[in-house]
């Protein structure tokens, strides 16, 4: 299902989470990768560090990649992206106007606020969907790493509920 070559950079979108999270906010990574397996960008939660709801991982990535994303859309080249978590419905967005071609990540985010797999189950934007090919949690050990990071981030003081009930004390 996925390669070796996948997991290095699953991997490495694993070790951008652990970043995110010992800067404080959403343990979520993201690489982007082209076709020839050289990694074009590396993408990791800002929320909390930049103070931007939308600086998701995915996106981060997408915008680290700057005009190498345009030449692979005029192309046609099949880049992969690779996140540590589904993406959300925001970075799913992305994807599809990224024109990504193949999408890897570690863990479903039923309970939280995974899209890919909402969205294309929707049946909106069939014919975008239907060009990517996705892969959700290919890998279990990676798959648990991740698990972890989130159970981590549970405890964090930026996490919304200690922001909330931080917030409360003072009310
Ligand atoms: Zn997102």
Redesign the pocket.
């Known amino acids: 299902m996925i390669t070796d070559r996948d997991k290095v950079f699953l991997q490495m979108a694993l070790e951008e989470a652990e970043m995110a999270l010992q800067q404080n906010t959403y343990p979520?990574g993201a690489i982007l990768v082209d076709d020839q397996y050289n990694v074009i960008a590396k993408g990791r939660n800002r929320v909390h560090t930049a103070k931007d709801a939308t600086a998701?991982?995915?996106?981060d990535a997408i915008r680290n990649a700057g005009e190498a994303i345009f030449d692979a859309k005029i192309h046609n080249k099949a880049f992969t992206l690779y996140s540590s978590l589904e993406?959300?419905?925001?970075?799913?967005g992305?994807i599809l106007f990224a024109k990504i071609q193949r999408v890897v990540w570690l863990l479903n985010d039923d309970m939280g606020?995974g899209?890919y797999q909402k969205m294309k189950d929707s049946a909106i934007f069939n014919t975008k969907f239907n060009r990517i090919e996705a892969i959700a949690e290919p890998d279990v050990e990676l798959k648990n790493r991740q698990l972890e990071l989130m159970r981590q981030w549970e405890q964090n003081s930026n996490h919304i509920q200690h922001l909330r009930s931080a917030g409360s004390v003072n009310v």
């Open positions: 979520v998701h991982a995915e996106i993406p959300c419905p925001m970075c799913t992305g606020f899209g």
